[in-house]
């Protein structure tokens, strides 16, 4: 009898404590030296994983998927095992294994629950066979992590059927908004969807975007990928930005300034928002509007300083291709408002922002 076989025999007979002690053993064992295996040995380890796991509680069943999710020499059957498991079980492996395909993570969107198909959408990238069978649920909170994961490839009849759903769901349509790739069908049915300003903002926006971006699709498809993962892991960097400022961890002044120099307006978009309380929609139109006018308002009422304020002018000027003069008025309106004239124009602009939805709903 070889070691595994007696690992087999041995796990059956002794209590749930000894056995998770075995596990564990058993787990350093294969993620320390899986590279050294034969391909035959390796399926033995899995299969002997794969039976060990039944045996143990849940806790510590997804104790040891976190670390095979990102394990390259497990195998197959035992990363499918977790992934058809419980949701906490399967979740880590759902979003990070490289080992399952196209076929296994549609069977598991189609036959599992909510949550693993939430999982398999959070995944670095996804093809147009998988995120076809994850929008046609039409669960909200899927459809919404499907179209803000910038790595997922949507097929034009996926996009038609979220520009659908997107008509009574503000969040999806919001996030259908920051997709670089959306077809001209789909993106003139969002645009219709949105209130006159925010709908010419958007439109400017998305016609920037498919100049640069629609030319990479056709010569490259890896290249607009990467481009769209890079926008991915910028809003995530601006939502952890938002998240030290709220800490203490950064002044507002430093990130606003950082970001105003490195041209994010969406992202600097998205600061404001979270500070004032706003739609983002909203800062981005403030950000990108002629007129200067609601801008200075909002910076004056967040008491940023007069270097942050100056950034962002600047910022302006480059993007919206404005003489340096306009920065020196921008100031100038800067300091002829108090902070608090400003801070009561936005009490007052948001409770109408709020009567306003309130009378709609």
């Known amino acids: 009898m070889n070691l595994i076989e007696e690992l087999q025999s041995m796990q059956r007979q002794i209590d749930p404590a000894r056995r998770r002690q075995m596990l564990s053993a ?3 064992l294969f993620f320390d030296s899986a590279e050294h295996y034969s391909d035959r040995l390796l399926i033995q380890y899995s299969d002997v994983l794969a039976d060990l796991l039944q045996r143990v509680d849940p806790e510590t069943r997804a104790e040891i998927a976190e670390r095979i999710a990102d394990a390259p020499h497990a195998s197959q059957a035992l990363h499918l095992f ?9 979740a880590p492996v ?9 076929e296994a993570l549609v069977q598991i969107a189609t036959n599992k629950s909510e949550g693993h198909r939430l999982a398999i959408a959070m995944r670095e990238h996804l093809s147009e066979t998988v995120t076809d069978v994850l929008v046609e649920f039409g669960e909200p909170t899927v459809l919404q992590a499907v179209t803000l994961n910038l790595g997922a490839e949507i097929s034009e009849l996926s996009f038609g059927r979220l520009a659908e759903f997107a008509e009574k769901d503000e969040g999806l349509l919001d996030a259908m908004s920051q997709r670089p ?8 049915r969002i645009l219709r969807l949105l209130p006159a300003e925010a709908r010419s903002r958007l439109a400017t926006l998305l016609a920037a975007d498919r100049e640069s971006v629609r030319p990479l699709l ?14 991915a892991l910028e809003r995530l960097e601006a939502k952890g930005l938002i998240r030290q400022i709220a800490e203490g961890e950064l002044p507002r002044d430093v990130v606003v300034k950082w970001l105003a120099g490195k041209d994010r307006v969406l992202d600097l978009a998205l600061v404001f928002a979270e500070l004032a309380e706003f739609r983002e929609s909203v800062m981005t139109s403030c950000l990108l509007k002629a007129d200067n006018g609601p801008l200075v308002v909002l910076m004056r009422s967040l008491d940023l300083s007069e270097d942050a304020v100056r950034s962002v002018a600047v910022m302006r000027c480059r993007r919206l291709s404005l003489p340096l003069c306009e920065r020196d008025q921008l100031l100038a309106r800067w300091h002829a408002i108090q902070p608090e ?8 602009t948001r409770l109408r922002a709020s009567h306003g939805a309130a009378a709609a709903a």
């Open 181 to 188: 790739d959306l077809p001209g069908a789909a993106a003139d």
């Open 82 to 90: 977790l992934a058809q498991a419980e949701l906490d079980v399967a």
């Open 94 to 102: 759902l979003r990070r294994s490289r080992v399952l395909g196209d």
């Open 26 to 28: 058993f787990a350093d």
């Open 341 to 348: 004239t400003a801070k009561r124009a936005m009490r007052f």
């Open 218 to 231: 056709s010569q490259a498809a890896w290249v607009a990928r990467q481009q769209r993962l890079d926008r």
